[in-house]
């Protein structure tokens, strides 16, 4: 979907808590590599978000300063950043009136049946909003009341991080009591869609700890929110315990849709990002070591090393270029192998132990993918890459059993090494050796669901060709001599 097709709402949810709660480490979890890393605070210590950061669609990842005083205020667009501004650079603007806007090419961000605010069904954008962390200083909004935090028309929910090793502090409690007073006290200018809506995020929280936080944090909201005289169906509650440092890539990918699903929940439909189909979300929870990706990036790489290599290993019409037995007179056998293969290794730029490493990648024990890589990429790309290494094998026999009565050098090699050299360059124009130098593209796509589904769609792709082309090489090859002779006799 376009950005010309969606267009400013007003929902929002707010993302609060105190300095370095980890606000901003939660954002770029849960988008993970859609935004560059300069588009981000890096670090509570380094760069802080002095006035409210909005992260909404685009179909780009940008970072703009926009003015906008309120959630239903038109968005007047200031100046693009390239990177991330620090404080000093914010210093003169006044964080009532500013944001930044960042635009994130993420579906979750859509709302397809508009923002339930008005009749308009047309496609909006959702706003997430991260605000200064309070105890950070100096931050105007960041110490304001709760109510004055949470505007706009609509809220989609309030987002509150807190470390866990701050759970049971004081300050975490009086602000806690603050935001569920301003929840409680939602009025027209500050509702939500339905009942208020709180989700906890405790940060830092080892996983040992996870249910014991958990339950600690539960307590701590109902026992604040029923001290406001409310019932506990007034309140929707949803309480995350994380760990991003130690997350796998399984786990992480599991809190993502769990967030997302409790977030959106009040729209009445789950988020564009989780697919249907059990699958697609098997895949998602696979554990970090059932991860193909390193070993087809390391398939890639064996296939460009084997071409360098290739290229280098014949100039012009020599193996060893400018090498000849002139150059090698009065040298006894061994030295004069020695500097035949010295020559060629410089002329590859490599050494003798790099030439035997040549190593078709595996998975880990147990992987659900484990017969179609052995019985299909394993074969695939011993195909692929034993010619090459067939060759430097032979090359290197070649110049090991070199003799001083040789009569022409470049004669010998090339009896010896042609064939094998013509038959590992036509490997490398194989349909599968397409396949494999189109992966680091396929790699950089950020769902594994969509990684393993295009890489096994290519891979019957490529088999169904080769087949093909198996079955029907030698009337194909018939047609083409056939085509030949007639343009010739015409």
Not at 44 to 68: H, K, N
Not at 80 to 105: C, I, K, M, S, Y
Not at 173 to 180: G, P, Y
Not at 415 to 439: D, H, I, M, N
């Amino acid at each position: 979907m376009s950005t010309h097709a969606v267009q400013d709402g007003v929902l929002t949810a707010r993302f609060v808590g105190e300095f370095s709660a980890g606000k901003t480490r939660l954002l770029r979890e849960l988008f993970g590599e859609q935004i560059p890393p300069a588009l981000l605070p890096i670090s509570s210590l380094e760069r802080q978000t002095r006035v409210p950061l909005e992260i909404t669609y685009g179909d780009l990842p940008a970072l703009t300063l926009i003015q906008r005083e309120h959630d239903y205020s038109a968005a007047d667009m200031l100046e693009a950043f390239a990177h991330f501004p620090a404080r000093d650079e914010l210093g003169h603007l006044d964080p009532t009136r500013h944001r930044l806007r960042l635009t994130v090419n993420a579906p979750q961000l859509i709302l397809p049946e508009g923002d339930h605010y008005t009749d308009d069904k047309s496609p909006k954008r959702l706003f997430l909003i991260d605000t200064p962390g309070w105890n950070s200083g100096d931050d105007e909004i960041a110490e304001r009341c709760a109510a004055s935090l949470i505007t706009g028309h609509h809220n989609l929910a309030v987002v509150y991080v807190t470390q866990a090793s701050r759970l049971d502090g004081a300050t975490n409690a009086d602000h806690l009591q603050d935001f569920l007073l301003a929840l409680a006290e939602a009025d027209e200018d500050a509702r939500f869609l339905g009942q208020a809506k709180l989700l906890m995020v405790i940060t830092h929280c080892p996983e040992k700890d996870a249910n014991h936080l958990q339950e600690r944090a539960r307590a701590l909201v109902w026992r604040l929110w029923e001290e406001l005289d409310h019932a506990a169906g007034d309140l929707e509650l949803d309480i995350f315990c994380v760990d991003f440092q130690v997350m796998s890539s399984g786990d992480l990918q599991h809190f993502r849709e769990q967030f997302w699903h409790r977030l959106l929940a009040p729209l009445g439909h789950p988020p564009q990002s989780i697919d249907s189909h059990p699958w697609a979300a098997a895949f998602k929870r696979w554990p970090a070591e059932w991860d193909i990706t390193p070993c087809l990036l390391e398939s890639a790489q064996l296939l460009e090393r084997g071409e360098q290599l290739l290229n280098k290993a014949r100039v012009g019409e020599e193996f060893v270029a400018g090498m000849n037995m002139y150059r090698l007179l009065g040298l006894k056998p061994v030295e004069l192998r020695e500097k035949v293969l010295k020559t060629w290794l410089k002329q590859l730029r490599t050494d003798t132990d790099s030439l035997a490493q040549w190593k078709v990648p595996f998975l880990a024990q147990g992987h659900p993918l484990a017969q179609w890589w052995q019985q299909y990429w394993q074969v695939e790309m011993e195909h692929l890459i034993s010619p090459v290494s067939n060759f430097f094998a032979t090359a290197m026999r070649t110049i090991n059993r070199l003799k001083h009565d040789t009569d022409d050098l470049q004669v010998h090699l090339d009896q010896q090494l042609t064939a094998p050299y013509e038959v590992a360059q036509a490997a490398f124009k194989s349909s599968f050796a397409c396949l494999v130098r189109g992966l680091p593209a396929l790699c950089v796509e950020h769902d594994i669901e969509q990684r393993i589904a295009t890489i096994l769609s290519l891979s019957l792709l490529q088999s169904r060709y080769e087949d093909y082309y198996l079955h029907h090489g030698i009337e194909l090859a018939a047609l083409g001599q056939a085509t030949t002779s007639k343009i010739q006799s015409t």
